[in-house]
């Protein structure tokens, strides 16, 4: 999703910044209605341009959908989610993370979930959706949120101690600091299998090199449409989802005034050049000041890289339509914090357009809200 | 820019293709290169980092464990292979549990261990229950010689190495006697190895040597009363289990934030420190769940230094800690030792090290050339440079 790729020092391009008040209006409008009576606005008749069925919540609306810890949905999510961390050798309490369900104004009866750690906190979620031309059974969903680091990660497991007989640590490399993900769910247009959801995991790291102000910040967002290990009943195989837009930015949180500016120096950003040389299975490292960090590379075609200058952003983004199973694009940026006491907080935005067609069913639902975050204001 | 160093690597021929070619790799994504091979029923997941000048020559890299998620991106690997003073491929081997589907079963029976530990009561019928419910000994959590040997010989052929170099840390000394020359090409011919497992040490002897090094740096008064403290974020109360546990962790712990490390777990001072050090040391995570990594590390080190004559009944004590990381062990043999015979071994040793006990690697590693450290951290792999000088010839 191209939004408001301003060049340093520049204001935006007022056409550009114009839509996006319009979008930002209709979306408003539309959420509005959906957030009354979701169930009729879905079943609204098919869109004509920039009247996506869309759905927006700020940050304290995410949060008033926020479930107690005990209720069972909640703890169902987290336990998938801290034992996928576990995996990961992050050992995480079932205390630090949150759950939100949201009603699915698109798919009656179902949620939109929400999972994420203490210490961050959802700033926005926008969902969007769009029928074919008449006749087109497919359809297209887009979905997008924000989140931003809050506290400095004192929780974190990935510090101070170890276990058995290893945890190495290399002196003279970057060490890492703190490393979480969240997690966005939501139901398909047609379902593959009776119980799963497609679902975007959106991980960062943050790595410090020891006793200097300089850090790496590395990030990478997974959206799975379906696994292939995944034996639960299918519900139909007849339809392939594509993805068509995919993009994860990130830059300094601005949710805790301080730390927005203490990053003086936005350093080095990586990939700088996604088509040149690229090859799946293979990696790019991004260093700076003698460490360095290493980030696979999964995905090559129709990427481009976002970096600006100001505000310290750098990210990338897909644009194609591409059908695969999973998507995954990783990140990183090398910044340096204003001296070396200083823990930055950074904030991470995801955005996904996909694709949903039946076999014989036409193919060309397309959405068109954009949807920026409020990462420009 | 002027502090960058742009170390941007483009083209890392991977020649299976990465993660498409292998569908545990995108089914349970790593932040490592991943790439796998059959062995026998079971995917091997690995890392194989290309020198930038394509070569045959190639390092295997372990970081130890057991219980280490060796593609989850904590260890760097690009970077590794990168500081290598010359230039080799860099082979990383993930451990099984990784991605092992455990029961339910299996689950409930180490938390059960878990809380058994916690509350000091019915700890070996618990330890039992993870022996029975969870089939181990059977290699699928953790190494077994064969698994490790067969994995780096089907890599080794697929993707045309020469495993030229061993370079580990701790258990990988173990890996390393993995690499017997029962089975050609495999066996490198120089190792490296910072803060050896002893191998072929005995469980009872390893425990009494790690808790004689860490009595020498605790303070002399330990609090003998309960206590448990409820902090926000977890799960579950600080207690004296978990004061015990932290000693035991100070292990890992940098040498200069030691001290106060210290004396913050001594006063209690610091409750989610205390927490997060017993956590890590017990792998817990959710409420009472323990990582399946720690299967691996009953499997793999039970395996090689079998059990503890006398499992603690309770806790009351770091040697109780020590000697309950063991108990899970019960009726395994200590494995003989394997002689790395024809590899020429250089390792790091420091007698402020509780993990890896000085005088232990000393007399296992009589052979090799072990070069003394000052960092007391378990983790520091300071010296391993020192030991290229000593062992490595480019030729």
């Known amino acids: ?377 | 820019m002027t502090v960058i160093d742009r170390l941007r690597t483009d083209v890392q021929l991977d020649n299976e293709g990465g993660a498409s070619a292998a569908p545990l790799c995108e089914s349970q994504p790593t932040q490592e290169l991943c790439a796998s091979v059959k062995v026998g029923d079971i995917e091997q997941r690995y890392a194989l980092y290309m020198a930038a000048t394509p070569t045959a020559d190639t390092v295997i890299y372990d970081p130890g464990g057991p219980g280490v998620s060796a593609l989850s991106g904590t260890l760097t690997l690009q970077s590794v292979q990168e500081r290598l003073p010359s230039e080799y491929n860099l082979l990383v081997l993930e451990e099984p549990w990784v991605t092992k589907e455990i029961s339910e079963n299996c689950s409930n029976s180490m938390s059960g261990y878990y809380s058994a530990l916690r509350e000091a009561e019915g700890i070996e019928a618990a330890a039992l229950s993870i022996q029975v419910e969870c089939a181990l000994g059977q290699g699928m959590y953790g190494f077994t010689p064969e698994r490790y040997r067969e994995a780096v010989s089907m890599i080794s052929e697929s993707r045309n190495l020469q495993i030229k170099g061993f370079l580990g840390h701790s258990f990988g000394s173990v890996r390393l006697s993995y690499l017997d020359s029962t089975v050609p090409n495999i066996q490198p011919a120089w190792a490296i190895v910072t803060r050896p497992f002893p191998v072929g040490v005995e469980a009872d002897e390893l425990m009494q040597s790690r808790a004689d090094v860490l009595r020498g740096v605790l303070p002399g008064e330990i609090a003998s009363h309960e206590f448990a403290v409820e902090i926000s974020s977890r799960s579950i109360p600080v207690t004296r289990f978990d004061q015990f546990s932290a000693f035991v962790g100070t292990g890992y712990v940098a040498d200069a934030e030691l001290d106060e490390v210290l004396s913050s777990i001594s006063s209690v001072a610091d409750p989610q420190l205390i927490g997060t050090l017993s956590d890590q040391l017990w792998m817990r995570y959710g409420v009472d769940a323990l990582s399946p990594g720690v299967l691996a590390f009953w499997e793999e080190t039970c395996d090689t230094m079998g059990q503890v004559t006398n499992p603690p009944e309770g806790i009351s004590s770091v040697e109780d800690i020590l000697f309950a990381t063991a108990s899970v062990c019960d009726s395994f043999d200590v494995a003989s030792t394997v002689e790395s015979g024809g590899t020429d071994v250089c390792v790091t040793s420091s007698v402020g090290d509780s993990v890896a006990p000085a005088s232990l690697i000393g007399e296992v590693f009589d052979e090799a050339i072990v070069l003394s450290v000052d960092s007391r951290a378990h983790g520091d792999v300071i010296g391993w440079e020192d030991c290229w000088d000593e062992v490595v010839s480019d030729d």
């Open chain 1, 1 to 377: 999703m191209r939004i408001v790729n301003y060049p340093p020092g520049s204001t935006y391009d007022s056409t550009h910044f114009e839509r996006l008040i319009f979008i930002a209006l209709a979306a408003a409008a539309f959420a509005a209605v959906l957030l009354v009576s979701p169930v009729s606005a879905a079943g609204q008749e098919p869109t004509t341009e920039e009247s996506d069925q869309v759905f927006e919540l700020n940050a304290p609306e995410i949060l008033s959908y926020q479930l107690e810890g005990d209720e069972p949905l909640a703890v169902a999510q987290a336990e998938t989610f801290v034992a996928n961390d576990a995996r990961n050798g992050i050992l995480t309490d079932l205390e630090s993370v949150n759950v939100a369900a949201i009603p699915d104004p698109f798919t009656d009866g179902n949620t939109i979930d929400l999972v994420w750690h203490n210490g961050t906190t959802p700033d926005g979620l926008f969902m969007a959706r769009a029928d074919g031309a008449d006749g087109d059974a497919g359809g297209s969903t887009g979905a997008g949120f924000t989140i931003s680091q809050i506290e400095e990660g004192t929780d974190s497991s990935l510090i101070v101690g170890g276990n058995g007989y290893g945890d190495a640590t290399d002196a003279s490399g970057a060490y890492l600091f703190d490393g979480r993900c969240a997690g966005l769910q939501f139901t398909p247009i047609y379902p593959r299998t009776s119980s799963s959801k497609f679902t975007m995991n959106s991980c960062w790291q943050k790595w410090a090199k020891s006793g200097t102000e300089y850090w790496i910040y590395n990030r990478h967002t997974q959206f799975t449409t379906l696994n292939p290990n995944n034996n639960d009943e299918k519900v139909t195989t007849a339809a392939v989802t594509k993805f068509v837009d995919f993009t994860i930015r990130s830059q300094p949180s601005r949710a805790v005034g301080d730390n927005n500016g203490n990053l003086e120096e936005f350093i080095d950003w990586a990939p700088s050049n996604a088509e040149v040389n690229c090859q799946q299975g293979t990696s790019f490292t991004i260093g700076v000041a003698g460490s360095s960090v290493s980030v696979p590379i999964s995905q090559c075609d129709g990427l481009e890289p976002i970096a600006f200058v100001v505000p310290q952003q750098f990210g990338l983004d897909y644009d194609g339509s591409s059908q695969q199973n999973s998507m995954r694009l990783d990140a990183a940026g090398a910044y340096a914090a204003d001296n070396s006491d200083v823990i930055p907080f950074w904030a991470d935005y995801n955005w996904v357009e996909l694709q949903e067609c039946v076999l014989n069913g036409g193919c060309t639902s397309k959405i068109h809200s954009q949807w920026d975050g409020g990462w420009q204001n």
